[in-house]
């Protein structure tokens, strides 16, 4: 599986970015697409899933704020971003996962300015 993350740049607090994560290869059985975020000097965390079955979750600290949404026929999976804080800026990586095996996207950098 690759996976290829575009759509990041510098917003405004309070802005909006729409991630994309097109998928090609071996895509059949993914079980879940996942969007990941790693800020300078930390972990790097879940943003927010969504199942093969359509099911989407997020952090707590997204929720309300950040969709996940996916066009099958594009094979494309969406983080839709809407009023983005300081905190948010981070690299964003996109994830496959089928069972135990992951697939990563290379990052997409986001970086929100005051």
């Known amino acids: 599986v690759q996976l290829q993350a575009s759509g990041g740049g510098l917003v405004q607090a309070g802005g909006t970015l729409r991630l994309s994560c097109a998928a090609s290869?071996?895509?059949?059985?993914?079980?879940?697409m996942n969007w990941f975020r790693q800020a300078p000097g930390k972990q790097r965390e879940l943003v927010g899933t969504i199942t093969i079955g359509g099911s989407t979750s997020y952090a707590d600290s997204v929720k309300g704020r950040f969709t996940i949404s996916r066009d099958n026929a594009k094979n494309t999976v969406y983080l839709q971003m809407n009023s983005l804080k300081l905190e948010d800026t981070a690299v964003y990586y996109c994830?496959?996962?089928?069972?135990?095996?992951?697939?990563w996207g290379q990052g997409t950098q986001v970086t929100v300015s005051s």
């Open positions: 994830n496959a996962r089928r069972g135990l095996v992951s697939w």
């Open positions: 290869g071996s895509i059949n059985s993914i079980n879940s």
